[in-house]
């Protein structure tokens, strides 16, 4: 599992916001402990999937879920922009598609999600996170057919 480090230069964030931006995708990569850390107790992750309960023991069963589902997975930080408590991330997550997810079955296929993030922080942990991913795009990777883009 690859540690992504936030990139050297973010300006707008004091080093314990940069530190917590670094937990919470090493969280996503698999070290879910760092999850405490990362954000308030009372996190909000939106939009959250069903049933998903706010803070960190809510997103934990969620990321394990997805952990059984995608293998090696790893999250590499392109870009950080932050501004008076708050961060926009550029990342993507690489892993191996080898479960079940949204109806789709495993092809063992490497895939490539690249996410979008914007957080806010309450001091040196984040509060609130939306978050995209591009699901189209891992449709495409992983040779779901029946749709077309034009």
């Known amino acids: 599992m690859a540690q992504p480090a936030v990139p050297s230069i973010v300006e707008g964030l004091t080093a314990g916001q940069r530190e917590a931006v670094e937990k919470l995708y090493r969280g996503v990569a698999g070290e879910f402990d760092l999850l405490d850390e990362a954000v308030t107790p009372n996190w909000s992750d939106i939009p959250?999937?069903?049933?998903?309960?706010?803070?960190?023991?809510?997103?934990?069963?969620?990321?394990?879920?997805?952990?059984?589902?995608?293998?090696?997975?790893?999250?590499?930080?392109?870009?950080?922009?932050?501004?008076?408590?708050?961060?926009?991330?550029?990342?993507?997550?690489r892993a191996s598609f080898t479960g079940e997810w949204m109806g789709v079955v495993g092809t063992g296929r490497e895939c490539v999600i690249p996410i979008h993030e914007f957080h806010h922080f309450d001091g040196d942990r984040i509060a609130t996170s939306w978050h995209m991913e591009d699901w189209?795009?891992?449709l495409r990777q992983v040779g779901t057919t029946g749709f077309t883009i034009s």
């Open 48 to 93: 959250a999937a069903p049933g998903q309960a706010p803070g960190p023991d809510g997103v934990k069963p969620q990321f394990a879920k997805f952990h059984q589902v995608f293998q090696d997975v790893s999250v590499t930080i392109h870009e950080v922009v932050g501004a008076n408590g708050r961060a926009a991330v550029r990342a993507e997550i």
């Open 136 to 138: 189209l795009g891992w």
